[in-house]
């Protein structure tokens, strides 16, 4: 099993910067496992926002947090970090950290519970 845990959330206003992090234990080999960002705003769907890969040379984004968040991991301390910098409103959401195994066809099986941002305009 694989336990993910995020911190960092909070209140900020508009144009502020936070860090999330997200503790992952349970297996060894997490450091082989792909890590990602997920949201869920009030009254939508959980949607994707960045992913990497175990060895952070394949990143990708969604296109509304392009240039604004960056998704980073350091494998020796078992965490994975999104930053992100001029927040907006429209941010505002629960964040949830994932992984799963790197193998083809795998899918996000390991999630934290989330944790509240909320932008203030």
């Known amino acids: 099993q694989v336990q993910l845990v995020e911190s960092g959330g909070g209140l900020v206003q508009a144009g502020d910067s936070l860090r999330l992090s997200c503790a992952a234990s349970g297996r060894t080999f997490i450091s082989t496992y792909i890590m990602g960002w997920f949201r869920r705003a009030p009254g939508k769907e959980r949607e994707f926002v960045a992913r990497i890969s175990w060895s952070g040379t394949s990143i990708s984004y969604a296109e509304f947090v392009k240039g604004r968040f960056a998704i980073s991991r350091d494998n020796a301390q078992n965490t994975v970090y999104l930053q992100m910098n001029s927040l907006k409103p429209e941010d505002t959401a629960v964040y949830y950290c994932?992984?799963?195994?790197?193998?083809?066809?795998?899918?996000?099986?390991?999630w934290g519970q989330g944790t509240q941002i909320t932008v203030s305009s």
């Open positions: 994932a992984a799963k195994s790197s193998s083809v066809g795998s899918t996000w099986s390991y």
